[in-house]
């Protein structure tokens, strides 16, 4: 979370900075600031609320030197003092930081008992003056201070004396790229996007200092280094709606294109056998990711150990952690993740490593952390997904894990009934404008499903909430009436999946049972099954491989959640409290 966007170019660097800053706001919305190095000093301007509020400012300001953030809010509510850039309390440094100082009570405490007294609530500021009173030049002061901090950092930190820019991280990203521009440090490489030909990731262990024309890092022992750079990849036209009012209705109907890339990039296999020698003598296989994520994980699960003989579960990464988890050589990690960046997922990858496991990642973006880190990738093609709700990359992520399990399953298999899915699935890109209404109207939702539908129930809930901050529930169909069904009320709403034909019966007897308790059904299922008429129905598309019906199912829900945020005049792209990209524990 935060976007960190920085710049040391031509006097037009606010402006630049602010550009780049809009690109990274899916980090997060809850303020946004600049600080820039003047004749007069370091001048700050932050604003609460979204980048835009800073435009003003960035347009009609000029400076070679900038660093500029986007925060989602750890330590200190989301108003203007907690806002970034901090400035030192002598007025040389200013501060930008994505990540947390988990030690910054005890070091807050051992300032003031110097008489240095923080004006934020933040943990950043306590790094910023840690490094303030460090003796020395501000490499000396960085190194020495880095040494005290725990947790995570990206900083980027404006040195008056050397009118220079340095930037650190651990265990939060970091990038820096000569660019058109300047010479530009980001949390992501999109800022880079169309005026930089390479890049380079920084490294845990080394210091970047940039100043007028000159980029250069160092190592932990400040001897300058040489530095590696990247090529640039395509990121995809991240800034563009399409002529779309949100992103999230661009990502939902872009499914049918990603289904059909996902479909022919893996129709050829290379991609898969890469993956397969990951397979060969394991024990287990642990699927591994939050969220959505988490959901596509569950899929995963559910579908590997259907193929092969052998234990396969899906976990929560915050959860797994810190678990005493059970990892040998013969255990295979698959980490699941849009963004390759999710701080908990991360840290369970560090466990699978140092224990000698096999790790795999399937991710939408090639270049993140997660890819650096696990042994393998299967991508997902998703192409770069804005909105905060995951949509597109979700529907990507559990195809590529499909069809990796019938890769697995048979490699001969052939993909036919594959071939249709991407039409399909524009089949199933609309919602009855009665059934939005219906949600909009209501208090609470439940979502309900067996087997592969029990994911799609938890996942539709999801959405939902995130978006449209509606109480939803998904659950066990049926698990329901051992407690849950208490909370059914007269009108109460109940989604119910029904993908998985030989568990039809006993998910309509669910139906029955919250009928009967007066909620209002609503059943997601092939167009040819016989329900109720007094069922609303979202039909899907007949598929002979009921997996892929089900994987269908979730597309009209991902909508329905969508429509209802928006009808109830909230902005279902930055959904309140949320980012896009959870790089913090
Ligand atoms: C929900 C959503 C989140 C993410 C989760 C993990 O719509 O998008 O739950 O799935 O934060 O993010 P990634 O996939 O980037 O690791």
Redesign the pocket.
């Known amino acids: 979370m935060c976007g960190i966007a920085c710049l040391v170019g031509n006097k037009r660097a606010p402006e630049e900075c602010y550009n780049a800053l809009e690109k990274l706001e899916y980090r997060g919305y809850d303020s946004a600031g600049m600080a820039l190095l003047t004749k007069e000093g370091i001048v700050i301007h932050k604003k609460q609320g979204r980048v835009e509020n800073l435009k003003d400012f960035a347009f009609n300001s000029s400076s070679n030197i900038v660093i500029s953030h986007t925060r989602w809010a750890t330590h200190g509510e989301p108003n203007e003092i907690n806002a970034h850039p901090h400035i030192s309390q002598n007025k040389e440094l200013a501060l930008v930081h994505n990540g947390i100082i988990e030690n910054y009570k005890e070091l807050k405490e051992k300032l003031k008992e110097k008489g240095v007294n923080p004006v934020s609530q933040t943990d950043s500021e306590i790094a910023l003056e840690i490094i303030a009173e460090e003796e020395g030049t501000v490499l000396q002061k960085v190194k020495n201070a880095l040494k005290k901090l725990k947790g995570s950092y990206a900083f980027a930190i404006i040195d008056k004396k050397t009118k220079s820019i340095i930037g650190v991280r651990k265990n939060s990203p970091l990038y820096v790229a000569k660019t058109t521009k300047g010479i530009m440090l980001a949390s992501d490489i999109i800022c880079f996007n169309s005026l930089a030909d390479e890049y380079h990731l920084v490294q845990e262990n080394e210091i970047i200092q940039i100043s007028k024309g000159k980029l250069k890092i160092f190592d932990e022992n400040l001897k300058q280094v040489s530095i590696s750079f990247t090529k640039m990849m395509d990121v995809g036209h991240i800034a563009d709606k399409m002529g779309f009012e949100y992103f999230m209705e661009k990502e939902i109907r872009e499914i049918p294109a990603v289904i059909k890339r996902i479909v022919s990039n893996y129709q050829d296999k290379k991609i898969i056998k890469e993956v397969v020698p990951f397979f060969n003598d394991i024990e287990k296989i642990v699927l591994i990711?939050?969220?959505?994520?988490?959901?596509?994980c569950m899929y995963g699960a559910k579908l590997l150990s259907s193929v092969l003989n052998i234990d396969c579960n899906a976990y929560i990464?915050s959860e797994y952690k810190y678990s005493k988890p059970i990892i040998s050589e013969k255990t295979l990690g698959i980490f699941?993740?849009?963004?390759?960046?999710?701080a908990?997922?991360l840290g369970c990858i560090n466990l699978f490593k140092e224990k000698g496991a096999k790790t795999l990642a399937v991710?939408?973006?090639l270049h993140s952390a997660?890819v650096n880190m696990c042994d393998g990738k299967l991508p997902v093609f998703a192409g770069a997904?804005i909105g905060?709700?995951?949509?597109k990359?979700?529907v990507a992520?559990i195809l590529v894990l499909y069809l990796l399990s019938k890769h697995l399953e048979n490699p001969d298999y052939e993909l036919i009934e594959e071939l249709t899915l991407a039409d399909k699935s524009k089949q199933v890109i609309k919602i009855d404008k009665e059934i939005v209404e219906l949600i909009k109207a209501s208090s609470k939702v439940f979502y309900i499903g067996r087997g592969y539908d029990s994911i799609s129930s938890l996942?539709g809930a999801?959405?939902l909430k995130?978006?449209a901050y509606i109480s939803a529930e998904g659950y066990p169909a049926g698990e329901l009436k051992h407690g849950t069904i208490a909370l059914i009320e007269k009108g109460t709403p109940v989604i119910v999946f029904a993908t998985e034909k030989k568990l039809f019966e006993k998910t309509m007897s669910a139906c029955e049972e919250v009928c009967s308790r007066g909620a209002k059904v609503i059943v997601v299922c092939a167009k040819d099954t016989k329900i109720r008429d007094e069922f609303y129905k979202i039909e899907l598309p007949s598929c002979e491989n009921e997996e892929l019906e089900s994987i269908l199912s979730i597309i009209p829900l991902q909508l329905l959640a969508f429509e209802v945020s928006k009808g109830l005049g909230y902005n279902p792209d930055k959904p309140r409290n949320?980012?896009?990209?959870?790089t913090v524990e």
């Open positions: 990711g939050c969220g959505t994520a988490y959901h596509a990464a699941v993740s849009q963004s390759g960046e999710t908990d997922t991710t939408n973006v997660i997904e905060v709700a995951s949509t990359a979700y992520q996942e999801l959405k995130e978006i949320l980012a896009k990209s959870v």
